[in-house]
């Protein structure tokens, strides 16, 4: 693979940075960003919710770097609460789900998509090239089971799979309107990575579901990250989905 230059917008998530640093790894450069820094290697703190952080850290990265070659984005809202807890506003079922975590999923899953990918859009229009991945789930293709979350009080809330799939025609939505401009925009949709705050419950009844029988482990995602770093000259608009068959029945 040729070296790119890559940002990283949401690097302190766990998938974000494991996928950073095999990048790296692999020879890239990387500028990993996200809103804070946990001593994950985050080169700049950004608040993508906030059009002046947006904007203040992307022209410091653009007078640094002579070329951007790819931007990644793993942001998402996680909830207000710090841990898969059933008292965790952010698994409200839809009748009681507060506005406010509403709001805030909204906020950050496609506001801060939207003026993070509008001001790399101009710094990939100027140099007429570009790569966008973003990263969706594979309940922005199809609702959430609620079979498998049981008596837990933990689901997948209404404001995650909306913006999931709000992300997925967002791709497409690029990858036609810049196209002119030699810029490319894909999209990767995961299925359930595996977490050791997951109950055994959850981990038996998501793998009885999918064909390959398991969740999924970070590494499953590193080859198709590549491809998408470096893809076919053909390849744009693509919704790439590897869920070990959880969405093919």
């Not at 998938?15 to 809103?35: A, C, E, M, P, Q």
């Not at 790439?240 to 029945?249: F, N, Q, S, Y």
Request: one cysteine or more; a neutral charge; glycine letters at 8%.
């Amino acid at each position: 693979m040729k070296h790119k230059t890559i940002v990283i917008l949401g690097a302190d998530d766990k998938l974000g940075n494991f996928i950073s640093n095999t990048l790296k790894k692999n020879g890239h450069s990387l500028i990993n960003i996200d809103v804070s820094n946990n001593k994950r290697g985050i080169d700049y703190v950004c608040d993508i919710t906030d059009e002046k952080s947006v904007k203040e850290n992307i022209k410091k990265i653009k007078d640094k770097y002579e070329h951007i070659d790819c931007v990644i984005n793993f942001s998402h809202y996680k909830g207000s609460g710090t841990k898969l807890e059933p008292n965790n506003n952010f698994f409200s079922s839809i009748e009681d789900y507060p506005f406010e975590e509403w709001k805030k999923t909204i906020d950050v899953n496609l506001n801060g998509l939207f003026l993070s990918a509008k001001e790399f859009a101009k710094i990939f229009i100027k140099q007429k090239s570009g790569n966008f991945i973003f990263i969706s789930s594979t309940y922005g293709i199809v609702s959430p089971n609620k079979k498998i979350y049981g008596n837990s009080g933990i689901n997948s809330p209404v404001g995650y799979a909306v913006t999931k799939a709000g992300i997925c025609n967002f791709t497409k939505y690029l990858a036609t309107h810049l196209s002119e401009y030699g810029i490319i925009a894909n999209c990767l949709v995961p299925g359930g990575i595996e977490d050791s705050a997951q109950s055994q419950e959850f981990i038996n009844k998501y793998s009885e579901l999918t064909p390959l029988n398991r969740l999924s482990k970070l590494e499953d995602y590193v080859d198709v990250i590549n491809y998408l770093v470096e893809p076919g000259k053909y390849t744009t608009g693509s919704i790439v989905t590897v869920d070990g068959g959880w969405t093919a029945w």
